[in-house]
Each structure stands twice: as structure tokens, then as C-alpha cells.
């Protein structure tokens, strides 16, 4: 058949093939840390070959300082801006430090992926007991008029505290709605605090809210029976 046949290997173990109209072949990428006279300094490199540095973002070179993509994951644009300037606000004199809780990261296809903070897979990794709320957008007026149901709220709350500690979200502009779970994450925000802000109506931006009263087993457009 046209077309290239590429076999696809789930968690199962089970192989599934099919013929796609391209394949993008994504093997990851490497640190350009191989920089002349850089041997000659005192910095160090990590197994994988990324700078180590602390975090103002300084090398083990004191007077040498490394951010973006060389200085480790992850590798994306924002996560360098902001090193850049706590790594110059460092070298000015002032206080500053490079700590994060939620760096979002967006998938720009077509529906958008996008997601910040910790995630259902990360929560698993490390044997870590969450609860999780997710908000169909086929139950949301904007993304119906939009034409655009196809994709889901996600929050993934800490069950004892409800303190929101990831957010993710696939459909449409998903991109421009992840900086109020990065905002929510950063400020240690409960799920209660999400729901109690009033969203605009009708916004793909309703959905955060909407997962947050799911979580508390309410929604004010989709059923879902009271917990307990």
C-alpha cells in the first residue's frame, strides 16, 4: 500500500501495523556542550552530557554560568528565558533562583496537548497516590460553537490536601489555556480555589473550573453523582 507501514508496540506487548501517509522519526537530541576550551574549565558535565549547574544557573566555574537546552531538561524556549534571568539577576548581585514547580510544556498539533506540574505518569513512576478530575470539552458551550468538542480538562490533585498539583488539557488553543494551571501550581492552589474563581462564560477557560467541581462530584453542565 501507499504510504510508509510503521508497527506500533503497546504497555501490552501487543504489535498493531499500519500505513500512515509520513512518519516523523523523533530519537531525541544531544547537548552542545562540546564547546572549545571548555575541557580547560572547571565545569562539569552529567552522564548525558548536559552542564551542571545550581540554581542561579552557575557551573562549577564559578565565573561561568549555563542555561537553555545545554543545561538540562527541559528542552524548551521558556524554561530558558527564565534561567536567563535569574542567571543574570545572579551576576548583577541580586537574589534569585531557578525553582519552578510547574514548567508547561505544549504539543502544537492539531488538536494542541498541553500540561504543566505533575503528571498522572510521574505520579505513578513514583508510587504516588493522586485523584484525578478530567472535564470532556464535548459538555462545553464555547467548544461546541467553536466546533471543537474534541478534548478534556485534566487536574491531577493530591488527595489528602486537594492542593492542585498538575494540570492537562488537549484540544483547541490548549496552549494559551495551561498558564492558569502553571499560575494555580505555582501559588499552591486547591482544587476549592479553582472552583470558587468565576471563569467567563462561555470560555474553553470554564473547563479548569468545571474539572475542579468534578472533582467535588458537581458540574454545572455535565452529570456525575456526589462522592460519598
Known amino acids: 500500500p501507499d504510504g510508509v507501514e510503521a508497527v506500533l508496540e503497546g504497555s501490552d506487548g501487543a504489535a498493531d501495523a499500519r500505513v500512515f501517509d509520513q512518519v516523523l522519526v523523533a530519537v531525541g537530541r544531544a547537548p552542545n556542550s562540546g564547546i572549545a576550551g571548555l575541557d580547560g574549565t572547571a565545569v562539569e558535565l552529567d552522564a548525558r552530557g548536559f552542564v551542571k549547574v545550581d540554581a542561579q544557573r552557575r557551573t562549577a566555574e564559578p565565573s561561568i554560568f549555563a542555561i537553555g537546552d545545554v543545561a538540562g531538561e527541559p528542552l524548551l524556549a521558556h524554561k530558558a528565558f527564565h534561567e536567563a534571568r535569574v542567571a543574570v539577576e545572579t551576576i548583577a548581585g541580586r537574589a534569585a533562583a531557578y525553582e519552578p514547580l510547574a514548567v508547561p510544556a505544549v504539543v502544537f498539533t ?63 488553543g490548549a496552549g494559551e489555556l495551561i498558564a492558569e494551571g502553571v499560575l494555580a501550581v505555582e501559588m499552591g492552589a486547591t482544587v476549592a480555589d479553582l472552583r470558587l474563581s468565576v471563569h467567563p462564560h462561555p470560555t474553553l477557560s470554564e473547563t479548569v473550573a468545571e474539572a475542579a467541581d468534578l472533582f467535588f462530584g458537581e458540574s454545572t453542565h455535565l452529570y456525575r453523582p456526589k462522592r460519598g
Not at 137 to 145: C, D, I, K, P, Q
Not at 149 to 172: H, N, R, Y
Open 110 to 172: 492539531d488538536p494542541e496537548v498541553a500540561w504543566c506540574g505533575l503528571t498522572e505518569t510521574q505520579a505513578a513512576a513514583e508510587g504516588r497516590a493522586v485523584k484525578v478530575s478530567r472535564f470532556p470539552w464535548g459538555a462545553s458551550g464555547r467548544a461546541l460553537t467553536l466546533d471543537r468538542p474534541e478534548g478534556v480538562t485534566k487536574l491531577v490533585v493530591d488527595p489528602e490536601s486537594e492542593q492542585l498539583l498538575g494540570v492537562g488539557m488537549a484540544g483547541a
